[in-house]
């Protein structure tokens, strides 16, 4: 076995033509994603059964199909209804459909998680539902919608690998283009991978930084006693 | 010739699943009155309040606050017409509510509890809100904690946020709901003394309490709300007394029971 | 060209029959990751600085990088090291080996709202280690972790849809098929669609009930 990585030389550019473009995605389908999330919560908490029951609908549907068939769906739905997109645009729409639900989840359960009275008070005050969301209950939700989101986030950047199938020139492709150029299959994955676990390792530097800041910090309790520890933690410490 | 009742409230109905929490109510508070509202738990003391502030909607009556309706209005062809959000909105400063668990926002500090429903709220530029807070606070013995959080506060000095926070808005009425009950017992007296000085400076204030000592330590009048209804209302020392409806009898005596030195000066008539 | 629902329905029949290889593989792959997951955190337990260490970086590897990529290394790399596997066998194995990391994680997640009392309690009593693992620790950490179990099957089920790409005749693929001779690709795909919705629906479903009645089950 062989290890050669100057077989890659002169196809790193496009590599990481790849990954910029992989980044760009996600941060498109990051903002827009979250904004339909938040957008669907908003319709779920409204009163009445119907609302609750469509918006259950649309998160079940999305969060239950694999999402190389949503693109496919989108893909070829797009011309259907006479729309014609880009591949590059089709797949960033696709996969903020596909965030925006389980984003939906996150905002509505960390809104469900406040205690009613906070609402409450901000209305009986005099406060519109729009002020009363901005000022006391958004600030609130922050703390718990921090973890929970950046996960999400790394998981769509992860999934932006699929949109390879439609042809989206992002790092996974480049590395199937690649890999048909050379026929080295080793190095060009090993390199592909660590290009997808660096992007991955700054965005959870950046989320621990986030929830530092929004004070989400969660202290895993290790002063439980000795005995405890040895069946309950899987934490190797040196002797 | 009379000025309007601060708070008028008729033929109040509301149900849920079929049953009546507060069943054709009626109810007047004048100007520096205290009221206090006592009742067996799940009479519909809090159905009331929170229909009083719009957190429940009626399904009929009408609540009229220093003369202008709330919620629900009789029109001159003798339609009912519901107000919109925004007419709604715009009373809801006047009606002060202070609630069983404070509700104070944890985020803001006490002082920014007190300024910012001012500023959202009634318009009002921020340096006068902040100096109207501050007042606010001080009067209620709060100077040197205006910069705490809620959770840097005991449940007194909570509760006197809540309190100020619903005064800087220059309420017609305050609405209390169970004020002793969030609060250690021996902090009752604290309580007392707030609402004493509240009234006065003639403040108009309905009291929801079960605490009958309470009751008759603070109010002017007292109203026995049974079942959704108002049984009997008058005289706080003479409900106390002499109460004449026979469930409000079983209820005071049920209540006395245990505390028989609770008022001073009562005596509790079992017979009859 | 509108929508045709007479076209979809005569297709469905095909698309599930192609939905028994999804099943048979997600169950396979699911047996594999519960095994080797558990195997995983009983290595895990045993706390030697060095292999968890390693296993660390594997961790972080497999869950900082797509499932895809994984797959690819399962069918493209391997076979340049000499294991040379069927587009099924390497694709199963990568999902599987992707999910025994997350049954790890979900343990040690598990683990750390077992009462520690009890193992104190167990150790005062004279258990022995065996038997305050097999008969405290573990009968209470799968309980606890059968939801995201469940929840895990759904992404499994899913992940089964991606070995389209490396040639496996699953449902995705039988739909490429289709749709490459009929020219209706949207309802071709919106039929593959609704039979991964059906499945991982019936897997959420069944999960509900059966979380129901364990519940019930409990003292």
């Known amino acids: ?239 | 010739m009379t000025a309007p009742p601060v708070l008028r409230v008729s033929a109040l109905t509301k149900c849920f699943f079929g049953t009546a929490a507060v069943d054709d109510l009626y109810l007047d508070v004048h100007e520096g009155e205290i009221v206090a509202l006592i009742g067996p738990s799940g009479c519909g003391k809090s159905t009331l309040l929170r229909c009083l502030t719009w957190l429940e909607q009626p399904d009929d009556g009408f609540i009229e606050v220093t003369g202008k309706p709330f919620g629900r209005e009789l029109t001159n062809g003798g339609v009912v017409r519901r107000h919109s959000r925004r007419e709604i909105d715009a009373l809801r400063p006047k009606i002060g509510i202070v609630f069983q668990q404070f509700n104070l926002w944890p985020h803001m500090t006490a002082l920014e509890n007190v300024v910012c429903p001012q500023v959202v709220v009634l318009g009002r530029p921020r340096v006068e809100a902040v100096r109207r807070g501050e007042e606010q606070l001080a009067r209620l013995g709060l100077a040197e904690r205006m910069d705490r959080h809620p959770r840097a506060l005991s449940g007194g000095q909570q509760q006197r946020v809540a309190i100020a926070r619903a005064l800087a808005m220059d309420p017609a009425l305050m609405l209390f709901d169970e004020p002793t009950s969030a609060l250690d017992p021996e902090l009752v007296g604290e309580v007392l003394s707030v609402l004493r000085s509240l009234a006065e400076v003639g403040m108009t204030m309905l009291v929801v309490t079960h605490e009958i000592g309470f009751a008759a330590n603070v109010a002017d009048r007292i109203a026995f709300m049974d079942r959704g209804r108002i049984l009997e209302e008058g005289p706080a020392h003479d409900i106390i007394a002499a109460p004449r409806e026979p469930r409000l009898r079983n209820f005071l005596d049920l209540v006395l029971a245990n505390r028989p030195h609770a008022i001073p000066g009562t005596r509790i008539n079992k017979t009859e | ?219």
């Open chain 3, 1 to 219: 060209m509108g929508f045709k629902l007479a076209y979809l329905l005569s297709i469905l029949p095909n698309l599930v029959s192609a939905a028994a290889v999804n099943i048979r593989l997600a169950l396979a792959i699911m047996l594999l990751a519960l095994a080797l997951g558990t195997a995983l955190t009983v290595v895990r337990s045993l706390k030697i600085v060095a292999v968890n260490a390693v296993i660390a970086v594997v961790i972080s590897f497999v869950r900082g990088t797509p499932l895809l990529i994984q797959i690819f290394i399962a069918y493209y790399v391997l076979p340049a090291v000499g294991l040379d596997l069927s587009p099924e066998v390497a694709g199963v194995s990568a999902i599987a080996f992707n999910s025994m990391v997350f049954v790890s994680e979900s343990m040690r997640g598990g683990l750390a709202t077992i009462d520690p009392g009890q193992i104190e309690a167990s150790t005062a009593l004279g258990l022995p280690p065996r038997a305050i693992w097999l008969k405290v620790v573990l009968p209470q950490l799968f309980r606890r972790i059968v939801p995201v179990l469940i929840n895990e099957a759904t992404i499994v089920v899913k992940g089964t849809a991606l070995l389209s790409v490396i040639t496996v005749v699953e449902v995705l693929r039988r739909a490429q098929q289709i749709a490459s001779t009929s020219y209706r690709p949207f309802e071709t795909m919106i039929g593959a669609a609704l039979v991964f919705l059906v499945i991982n629906l019936v897997i959420s479903l069944s999960g509900k009930v059966a979380e129901a009645r364990f519940a019930r089950a409990r003292i």
């Open chain 1, 1 to 239: 076995m062989h290890f050669n990585p100057a077989l890659l030389f002169d196809y790193w550019p496009l590599l990481l033509q790849g990954a910029w473009l992989t980044v760009q995605v996600s941060a498109f389908a990051l903002v827009i994603g979250y904004a339909a999330g938040v957008a669907v919560a908003m319709f779920a908490l409204m009163p009445g059964w119907l609302p609750r029951l469509a918006a259950g609908l649309y998160i079940e549907t999305l969060r239950n199909i694999p999402f190389i068939i949503l693109i496919f769906v989108v893909y070829y739905g797009l011309p259907f209804s006479g729309i014609r997109l880009p591949a590059t645009v089709a797949g960033t729409l696709a996969l903020a459909l596909f965030v925006s639900a389980y984003y939906a989840e996150i905002v509505r359960a960390a809104i469900l998680a406040l205690p009613r009275g906070q609402f409450e008070s901000a209305r009986a005050i005099g406060m519109s539902p729009v002020q009363a969301m901005r000022h006391v209950v958004a600030p609130q939700i922050l703390r718990a919608l921090v973890p929970p989101s950046t996960n999400m986030t790394l998981t769509m950047m992860k999934e932006s690998a699929v949109l390879s199938s439609i042809t989206v020139p992002e790092l996974t492709y480049q590395s199937l283009v690649v890999q048909g150029n050379t026929f080295a299959p080793f190095e060009v994955f090993a390199a592909v991978a660590s290009i997808y676990w660096l992007i991955a390792i700054v965005i959870a530097e950046f989320s621990r930084r986030l929830e530092r800041r929004v004070g989400a910090a969660q202290i895993e309790s290790i002063n439980r006693n000795p005995i405890a520890e040895r069946y309950l933690s899987l934490v190797a410490r040196r002797a």
